[in-house]
């Protein structure tokens, strides 16, 4: 198994929403803990589009997911809300670039898909643990959220 680099602070931990619409409100919390942290966040293209329940198109989505998969300066990716979406973007991710340089993919639920897919054809490891929608403090206890943040650091 192929364990990315754990981060330190100072990096990037890019933000994608590959399958349920998030807004802005629901991640804010979650996004201040990433930079109590100490780490920095940059949202995937498109991160607060909607179409029906999903985070946008499922083009979108990919576009997101696969500009943040490619950068070389994100070093783990935090999905932001389950639900459903992923299993129809999954054939529309190129994860060539990702395997030279494998980060932590990080979520739970519907994200499942992508962990699964890293295991069974590359052999990277990933965390099924929350996303970001779960990391305030009225979805995630404060020791949770303490062995989240071990677990990539």
């Known amino acids: 198994m192929i364990l990315p680099p754990f981060l330190k602070p100072g990096d990037t931990i890019g933000i994608t929403a590959p399958a349920r619409k998030v807004s802005v409100d629901d991640i804010a919390d979650g996004i ?7 780490f920095k966040t940059k949202p ?13 198109s499922d083009e979108q989505r ?12 994100v070093k783990a990716i935090i999905c ?3 639900g459903y979406g992923s299993v129809r973007i999954i054939d529309l991710l190129d994860f060539s670039t ?8 990080c979520g739970f639920s519907d994200i499942t898909v ?4 890293l295991q069974a054809n590359y052999g990277v490891a990933s965390l099924h643990g929350p996303t ?13 959220g303490e062995a989240f943040r071990r677990l990539l650091t």
């Open 98 to 105: 990702f395997v030279k340089q494998p980060k932590w993919i």
């Open 44 to 56: 995937a293209p498109h991160l607060f589009a909607t179409q029906n329940q999903f985070a946008g």
């Open 114 to 117: 992508f962990h699964m897919h």
């Open 80 to 82: 932001a809300r389950g």
């Open 62 to 73: 990919a576009e997101g997911f696969q500009t943040l998969l490619d950068d070389p300066s």
């Open 32 to 38: 201040r803990l990433l930079e109590a942290w100490g």
């Open 132 to 144: 970001l929608y779960n990391l305030t403090g009225s979805r995630l206890n404060a020791e949770a």
